[in-house]
């Protein structure tokens, strides 16, 4: 059974940091491509930063600089830091597994919300 389980989302204020936590289980996680991507009510789903399995990462433009994707292989986790948080960044946050083969599959964790307000 594969699972994508998501910590440390929640309310926090403008300016303001969160760490989100996504231990995956029964992948082959250090095959895995990771990402996280945001979804804000009315918006499309949108891919927020990535991390390769080889370590390569990449962000969207409204974060770089604010956000840092990371991946601990020891563990099977993907974390995402949030810095200088803003009351745009609120939205639904969810993990995303990226097998890349037909047999290994990609799989979506459960979402968790992040919510930015003073």
């Known amino acids: 059974q594969v699972q994508l389980v998501e910590s440390g989302g929640g309310l926090v204020q403008p300016g303001g940091s969160l760490r989100l936590s996504c231990a995956a289980s029964g992948i082959m996680f250090s095959r895995y491509d990771m990402a996280w991507y945001r979804q804000a009510p009315g918006k499309q789903r949108e891919l927020v930063a990535a991390i390769s399995s080889g370590g390569t990462t990449n962000y969207t433009d409204s974060v770089k600089g604010r956000f840092t994707i990371s991946r601990d292989n020891t563990k099977n986790t993907v974390y995402l830091q949030m810095n200088s948080l803003k009351a745009e960044d609120t939205a639904v946050y969810y993990c995303?597994?990226?097998?890349?083969?037909?047999?290994?599959?990609?799989?979506w964790g459960q979402g968790t919300q992040v919510t930015v307000s003073s």
């Open positions: 995303y597994a990226a097998g890349r083969t037909w047999l290994r599959g990609n799989f």
